[in-house]
């Protein structure tokens, strides 16, 4: 395994630049101002809730993570952001209808501080929104140029040591790479030829990992999943991660599908439904917006269950996965799946699955913990894609030729794993075997 240094301690000021002051940004900040006041718990965070064991079992020794690797306190967490839409973190949470009102008026005076700076935006890329508070009459390299400026003017204005880039706009069309996405040289041609082919996503990540700055993908757009990128990364040492934050009904597939696979139990269907009348509800209601998420929503089953190996099991999955724009249920999404599977000598049974879940609700702690892990990976000095928060994601990037791991309990010990490895602790395998080896040499 290589060598990752041990990081360096976490202080001073981190600044969480956002992409999208939306629903999901919104009820993270708001969420950190409360548990910052001791109004709220952090419910869902990894980073500020889960142990880590360390040594063996017999030892007892289980701190809790952020106590066990420096990670940014919340109270040196600064936010900031970009939105198409002008209205403050304040008017946004409001819109979203994700929090209480009187929860958010009482976080009212730290809230509307925080205002969207210009967006990058290009209306081909999300037809469903319509903001003013966009940047305009210049060309992609010009805008790349405008969003290190907007870094830089933040990083001194809030005196901030460092920053870390989360993507949580708007989900945009579905592209495929093409040939100016394939080096940093051609890339950068076609930033000054203002070449529609790169889209705003990329503009963010370009612009972050030009200065160093990690950059994690929340959405299943591209973005920064594209070999010009992925050499810039190396190029200025910056950890990269994405794509699509895992909650709700992936969330789910991906912890019921491990079990069936490991008791060795078929699947013949995976019908999967969604209703969701949010702003994201609204940008995804558009086919080409819909085919992103689609596609990354689609992966995950395959990569569980390995129909390849298992003809006999999986060989004729059927899967399906449909999304409803359905306002009267503003953020909360309601998810059914149903799913055929068959156990002995193919004798079928159903699973029926309805989630009533807050999208943001399970949102906000992973884009907490991403900016936390993905600031310890770069003081670790770890760059490129950081894999081991696949965790977090719905179709975790990885590198070419190589098939993300779906698994959830397989992705936590990768994450685990990785935390100990970076402190110089032993990896744990679960064997196991040698609790009971040294009971048998002191017989
Ligand atoms: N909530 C979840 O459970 C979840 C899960 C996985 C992925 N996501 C993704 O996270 C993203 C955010 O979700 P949300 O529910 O907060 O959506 P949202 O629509 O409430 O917020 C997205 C915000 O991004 C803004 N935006 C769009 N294009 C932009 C650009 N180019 N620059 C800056 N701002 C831009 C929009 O104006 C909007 O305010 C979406 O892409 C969504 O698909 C959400």
Redesign the pocket.
């Known amino acids: 395994m290589d060598t990752v240094q041990k990081p360096t301690e976490a202080k001073g000021k981190l600044g969480i630049l956002i992409?999208?002051?939306?629903?999901?940004?919104t009820t993270l900040i708001a969420g950190v101002e409360a548990v910052k006041k001791g109004t709220a718990k952090p419910i869902g965070s990894v980073t500020q809730l889960s142990t880590i064991r360390i040594g063996k079992r017999t030892e007892n020794r289980n701190p809790l993570i952020k106590d066990f690797v420096s990670l940014a306190n919340l109270k040196d967490i600064v936010f900031g952001g970009?939105?198409?839409?002008s209205d403050n973190v304040f008017e946004?949470a409001m819109n979203?209808g994700v929090l209480e009102r009187h929860q958010l008026q009482d976080l009212k005076a730290e809230l509307e501080k925080i205002k969207p700076m210009p967006?990058?935006?290009d209306k081909n890329?999300?037809k469903n929104?319509d903001?003013e508070n966009v940047k305009s009459n210049a060309t992609r390299f010009d805008y790349a140029q405008a969003v290190m400026n907007d870094i830089k003017k933040f990083k001194a204005d809030n005196n901030c040591d460092r920053i870390v880039i989360v993507w949580?706009?708007?989900?945009e069309k579905y592209i495929e790479p093409t040939d100016i996405h394939q080096s940093l040289e051609q890339f950068e041609i076609a930033l000054k030829n203002d070449d529609k082919r790169i889209s705003?996503?990329m503009i963010?990540a370009y612009a972050a990992l030009k200065m160093g700055i990690p950059f994690a993908n929340?959405?299943?757009n591209l973005t920064c999943d594209i070999p010009a990128l992925l050499e810039l990364a190396q190029i200025t040492q910056t950890p990269i991660a994405g794509k699509?934050?895992?909650?709700?009904q992936t969330l789910m597939k991906t912890i019921v599908a491990p079990g069936l696979h490991a008791r060795a139990l078929g699947v013949r269907g995976w019908f999967s439904t969604n209703i969701l009348g949010?702003?994201?509800g609204k940008?995804?209601d558009d086919p080409d917006n819909f085919k992103t998420?689609e596609v990354s929503k689609l992966s995950v089953l395959d990569e569980i269950f390995k129909p390849e190996e298992h003809p006999e099991l999986y060989g004729d999955l059927y899967h399906k996965v449909r999304i409803n724009y359905y306002p009267p249920h503003g953020?909360n999404k309601e998810s059914w799946d149903n799913v055929d599977i068959f156990g002995w000598m193919g004798y079928p049974m159903q699973i029926k699955i309805n989630f009533l879940c807050r999208?943001?609700i399970?949102?906000a702690p992973i884009v907490l913990d991403l900016a936390l892990f993905m600031d310890l990976a770069k003081r670790a000095e770890m760059s490129g894609i950081q894999e081991w928060l696949s965790f977090y994601f719905?179709s975790p990037q990885t590198a070419e030729g190589l098939k993300p791991e779906h698994d959830i309990f397989k992705q936590l010990i990768k994450l685990q794993n990785t935390l100990r490895h970076m402190m110089g602790e032993d990896l744990i395998t679960h064997l196991g075997l040698d609790y009971y080896q040294e009971l048998v040499e002191t017989l």
Not at 168 to 171: D, Q, Y
């Open positions: 992409p999208g002051l939306g629903a999901v940004a970009w939105d198409v839409y946004a979203a967006a990058v935006f890329y999300v929104l903001g949580c706009a708007s989900t705003p996503s963010y929340g959405a299943p699509d934050f895992k909650t709700g949010n702003r994201d940008v995804l998420k953020d999208d943001s399970l949102a719905k």
